[in-house]
C-alpha cells in the first residue's frame, strides 16, 4: 500500500481509518474521498480530498489517475436500517458504487479493500458462533447488497487476479464520528445519553444479543488484513470478524460501573428488532484467526471504561 484511497472518508469508519492509514504510511500518501466535505480538522487538514460520488466512474478513474492510487478501501455506503427505507438508493450506492470501484480498481491495477457486515446473514443463518461459510439469505435490501458485494470481490479475484480482500464487521462502536441508520448504532447512542441524561432509551429488546466491536480494533483488523501475506489468505473475501457480543441490558450494566445510577428503557422498534432478530448473535471467526493471526483487543469493559473516558 503505496497510494491510498478512501472512499466514504466523512463516515463512521472512514473518518477514523483515514487518520490512521496517514499516520501510518504518510499524509500525501492517503486520499480521502466523499460527497460531503470532512469538518473534523484531523481529518481535513491532515491530506489530500476529492470530492467522489461512486456512482460517477469519471470521478473515480480522475482521481485515481491523479494520485496514482494502488490500494482502495471503498467504504461509502447505506446502512442496513436507513436501506429499508430506501432500498432502491442502497442497491445503486451498495452495489453499483462497488461494481464501479472495482472496475476502476481493475483498470488501475489496484488491491481493494469491501467492508461487509453481519448483515450479510439472515434468519436462516445459524445464529450461535456463525460459520465462515454458512446459509446467506438476508432479508434487508442491505444484507442482500453486502452479500453481492462480498460475491463481486469474489469474482473480482478468480476472473481479473485483483487482489481483493473484505471482513463482515460486527456493529461499531466509536466516539468520534455517529453511524448513521444502522441497527446497532444504539450501543453508541447509549453512551452519549448515558453522560448527558443518564437515562437511554432503547430501540432493541433488552436481551437482544448481537457481535459488536470497539473502533480501534476494527481499524486495526483492516490494516492487518491489507497488509496479510496474500499467500496465507484462503478465504480472502468477507471474513468474519469476532471480537465481543453483548445484550441492551449487559451495555448497560457495563456503564453502570461507571455511572450507578443510569437507567435504561425500552421502546421496541419492530422494524429494527426484526432486523436484529435475522442476524447473527456471536461470529466464528476462527477462518480470519488462522490465516491472518486476527485476535480483537478490547474487551466490553474496556470499551465502556474509554468510551466514556474519551466522550465526558
Ligand atoms: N452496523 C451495521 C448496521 O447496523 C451492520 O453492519 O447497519
Known sequence: MKRILVTGAVGQIGSELTVALRQRYGDSAVVASDV???????????????????????????????????TIFHLAALLSAVGETRPLQAWQLNVDGVVNMLEAGRQYGCALFFPSSIGA?????????????????????????????????????RRFGMDTR?????????????????????????YRQAIAH??????????????????PDAIRAMIELMEAEPGKLKHRNAYNLGAIDFTPAELADSIRAHIPDFRI????????????DSWPETLDDSAAREEWRWSPRYSLAAMTEDMLRQLL
Open 36 to 70: 460531503k466535505l470532512p469538518s473534523d480538522p484531523a481529518l481535513r487538514d491532515s491530506g489530500p480530498f476529492e470530492f467522489i460520488d461512486c456512482l460517477n466512474p469519471h470521478h473515480i478513474t480522475r482521481a485515481m489517475q491523479m494520485h496514482r492510487i494502488d
Open 121 to 157: 446473514f439472515g434468519p436462516e443463518t445459524p445464529r450461535k458462533k456463525t460459520p465462515q461459510v454458512t446459509i446467506q439469505r438476508p432479508t434487508t435490501m442491505y444484507g442482500v447488497t453486502k452479500v453481492v458485494g462480498e460475491l463481486l470481490c469474489d469474482d473480482y479475484h
Open 166 to 190: 473484505g471482513l463482515r464487521f460486527p456493529g461499531l462502536i466509536s466516539y468520534k464520528t455517529d453511524p448513521g441508520g444502522g441497527t446497532t448504532d444504539y450501543a453508541v447512542d447509549i
Open 198 to 215: 443518564k437515562q437511554y432509551t432503547c430501540y432493541l429488546r433488552a436481551d437482544s444479543r448481537l457481535p459488536m466491536m470497539y473502533m
Open 265 to 276: 428503557d425500552y421502546a421496541v422498534d419492530p422494524r429494527r428488532q426484526s432486523i436484529a
